[in-house]
């Protein structure tokens, strides 16, 4: 309960009022039965009231100030004194209608109108009985409605149950009034002296500390006993609320300076948290000791947990800092110290697990199973740190999972492609808002173990910033004589990183700092062959497209040549990406057939497949002819594996030089600059007339203008080009090469041997000149890739013109 609020309309003044009104305070019984026996009026005006609710027999003071209000009370005063008095639905509302009001409200009487020292005019209202607005009769000057009386179902006198709540709600009012320090204790009198069962409860509903909303819907209880009830069960929950109150306050009651007023304050919201059903800090406190004695700590990071929990008991739970502490504390008790997996030491069985998930990668296979083999013979080695490099697809990312699975290891991955932050590494210090540990040791806590399998995917698309360079951070983390005691800036101490597998992903090497890519052991994972692609196909992308799209291996049979075909026609990369995306494209459209009961054949044949997947995409770069002089075909790598590559020379009448085309790069232009110089230099033993030099120029071109080009791999084509457009003399057919020069003829190796084979395979290349030292890269490579192809080992320029130019003229040769 709470003190009766003026309820204020405004503040204009009433003119020409009577103040000799009789004003009464409480309801008799007599009064009661009186008012119960007075007719209602059929018409009545309506005052809306604005935050407020009147029950019958309750006295109210309200200050009037609408026109309209003004209006209706002067010529209600002047007549009978009885006025309609309804609650708005919104009290912001200035202009109030009949859409903007209840439809039940109290019938009152005017009482008395005060006139205070201000100038406003205070109007004593006295509810009479409950109506309902039956029709609206007009807005003007202000709201009038035909009215029918709202009857109450009352109790029998002798309903002990009745006057059992009435009793209730008496001893509940007097307890609230002293609970409540800001209502008057001569209130008590007041209750005590209501003989109406009726009018105690409106008055007691009238005075409650309720919305209108609430008080509404008591008004509109018909049944007096259900409404007392009601009442009751309010009165009940604020008692509670005033009790639990006080309660709190006697406890932390007494003489208060700044530093006592904010631990009057902690004591409250503790007790709160208590009848709350929370837990208080002692018990937190408690919490994690009990779980820091199950941890594997070393006497120094025992000590610094203690040395911290302290710290944090003395700490006021209001300040910033204690959330702070409490985060770094558990993040602590989180973390696995010195908890480790049992590794699975059978190599059978690791071996079955690697074939099973991956085809092929016979060297990142062959690594892991030496690793687990003498781990097994001792067990204290330390675990390497692999960087699998390669181009995009061939399964650098997912054989982290197999390894993991292998050695019975739990697995993480984080990916630090873009990441251009040092902090994202090494945490922030935790004197900072919102500071967090690294990713590498949050990555230790959801393992939940010390030795995971920890694959750092794209190491080489790290960045720099302001914000420091997280290549340099890893420095500490990828070498073994510093990972056992790596340090977290969040941590503020040491963690032993020295157990976890690191294996690093990467597309380029060029882009890894030199310091962090010496610390890696580098496994080059090449491209696959047209053969190992139809293989993974059809053992490992097949089966989870047909899953995926719900389909069953009867349904959708794509055969060993038709796989062949997709391989070849639709795609074009080292990997296997594209060629899952595309049987995800043939399993959709069997699918479809499927489902709208087409006709399709399951077992695939071309047809089928370019029905579904349209035109073939790509033709294989195929060996043209040896027909015109200065074509030449060279061996070149790309991101997506090997491809041939033509370089066409044409000679016209000019003075010597040498122009070039084909969006090449400097590299590759510098090498058709040392090819010519050495012609120059050679001519006379090349058979070309040092005249035509001076009297013709020459011009380069790599076709597929629109494709950067640079590298030094195509020097001796660009050189054996040029000689056979001076010469008009043919190339050797099916002929292709690749190697650097020098300006003295001596031929270099270069990379990307296994790729630059696979395409000269597929462009039906029979022969391949490549330089001696790459004779070690060829020795590395499976005997089935190099079937049909006859390699030619070269040390010098002169051994390259005389296996590649022939001693016959080309058709239409040029006379120089």
């Known amino acids: 309960m709470a003190n009766q609020k ?64 003004i209006k209706l009370l002067d010529d209600a005063y002047n007549n009978d004194r009885t006025i309609g008095v309804v609650s708005q639905l919104d009290e912001e509302m200035e202009e109030p209608g009949f859409d903007d009001i ?68 008496k001893e509940s009012a007097i307890e609230i009034i002293k609970e409540s320090p800001s209502i008057p204790s001569e209130a008590t009198f007041a209750v005590r002296n209501i003989e109406s069962n009726s009018f105690l409860v409106n008055f007691v509903s009238s005075n409650m500390n309720l919305t209108v909303e609430e008080k509404q819907s008591l008004l509109k209880i018909n049944n007096l006993k259900e409404r007392a009830l009601e009442t009751l069960k309010i009165m009940n929950v604020e008692l509670q609320k005033l009790e639990l109150k006080n309660n709190i306050q006697s406890k932390v009651r007494f003489d208060l300076d700044q530093q006592q007023k904010e631990y009057f304050l902690q004591q409250q919201m503790k007790t709160i948290q208590e009848e709350l059903g929370g837990v208080s800090n002692e018990e937190e406190f408690e919490e994690m000791r009990v779980k820091a004695q199950s941890k594997k700590w070393t006497d120094k990071v025992k000590e610094h947990f203690e040395k911290e929990m302290n710290k944090f008991q003395r700490m006021n739970p209001q300040v910033a800092e204690f959330s702070i502490q409490r985060n770094y504390l558990e993040f602590m008790l989180d973390l696995p110290w010195n908890e480790y997996s049992d590794d699975v030491f059978d190599l059978k069985n690791a071996q079955k697990i ?38 995009p697809g061939v399964g650098k990312t997912s054989i982290g999972k197999s390894i993991a699975e292998a050695l019975g290891r739990e697995y993480v991955r984080i990916s630090l492609g873009g990441l251009r932050d040092e902090a994202e590494i090494r945490g922030h210090r935790k004197t900072y808002i919102g500071a967090m540990p690294g990713r590498i040791i949050q990555s230790i806590k959801k393992a939940k173990t010390s030795n995971p399998v920890f694959l750092l995917d794209e190491i080489d698309k790290l960045s720099t910033s302001y914000n420091g360079d997280p290549s340099s951070a890893l420095l500490e983390v990828l070498d073994p004589e510093q990972n056992a005691d790596f340090y977290d800036n969040f941590l503020e101490m040491g963690y032993d990183l020295s157990k976890v597998m690191f294996i690093a992903t990467s597309n380029s090497l060029s882009t890894i700092q030199p310091a962090l890519l010496d610390r890696m052991e580098v496994i080059e994972m090449n491209g696959y062959t047209v053969e190992e692609k139809v293989e993974i196909a059809k053992q490992h992308l097949l089966p989870k497209q047909i899953k995926e799209h719900g389909l069953t291996p009867k349904q959708l049979n794509v055969g060993k040549k038709q796989m062949e075909f997709i391989v070849s026609k639709y795609t074009r990369e080292s990997g296997v990406r594209g060629l899952d995306k595309k049987l995800a494209d043939l399993a959709r459209g069997v699918a479809k057939a499927i489902v709208m009961e087409e006709e399709y054949q399951p077992k695939m044949n071309e047809a089928d497949i370019i029905k579904i997947l349209g035109t073939p995409r790509f033709d294989s770069d195929m060996y043209e002819n040896n027909e015109t002089a200065g074509v030449v075909t060279g061996l070149a790598w790309t991101r997506v594996g090997g491809d041939i590559l033509y370089i066409e020379s044409i000679i016209s009448k000019g003075k010597g030089n040498l122009t070039m085309t084909g969006n090449l790069g400097t590299v590759m232009k510098e090498s058709a600059t040392i090819a010519l110089e050495y012609i120059r230099a050679n001519a006379e033993w090349l058979g070309i007339d040092p005249k035509v030099l001076e009297t013709y120029k020459i011009h380069v071109h790599v076709p597929e203008g629109a494709t950067p080009k640079d590298g030094p791999s195509a020097g001796i084509t660009m050189l054996t080009s040029m000689v056979s457009s001076f010469t008009q003399k043919r190339v050797k057919k099916n002929l292709a090469m690749t190697g650097e020069i020098t300006l003295r003829g001596k031929v270099l190796p270069v990379g990307g041997i296994k790729e630059k084979i696979l395409a000269a395979k597929r462009a039906n290349i029979k022969e391949i000149i490549l330089c001696k030292e790459n004779k070690r890269d060829i020795d590395e490579i499976k005997a089935e890739y190099l079937t049909g192809l006859t390699f030619h080992f070269v040390d010098r320029m002169s051994e390259v013109l005389d296996i590649a130019i022939l001693d016959q003229k080309v058709k239409k040769a040029k006379v120089l």
Request: aromatic content about 4%.
């Open 102 to 169: 209840y439809t039940i409200g109290t019938v009152a009487k005017i009482l008395r109108v005060l006139k205070l020292p201000d100038g406003n005019i205070t109007v004593i209202l006295q509810g009479k009985k409950r109506f309902e607005i039956e029709e609206r009769l007009t807005e003007e000057p202000y709201l009038k409605a035909r009215v029918r009386e709202v009857s109450e179902l009352r109790p029998e006198k002798e309903d002990s149950e009745f006057l059992a709540i009435i009793e209730s709600i």
């Open 6 to 69: 003026i309820i204020t309309l405004d503040n204009l003044s009433l003119h020409d009022m009577d103040t000799d009104a009789e004003f009464i305070p409480l309801l008799s019984s007599e009064d009661e039965e009186e008012m119960n026996n007075e007719e209602l009026p059929l018409e009545l005006p309506i005052l809306p009231l604005r935050n407020m609710v009147l029950f019958p027999g309750v006295v109210i003071p309200i200050t009037a100030g609408r026109d309209k209000s």
């Open 354 to 391: 690697l074939d099973k998930d991956h085809y092929g990668i016979e060297e990142v296979k062959k690594r892991v199973l030496e690793h687990m083999a003498v781990l097994k013979l001792r067990n204290d080695l330390r675990s390497p740190i692999l960087c699998l490099y390669g181009p």
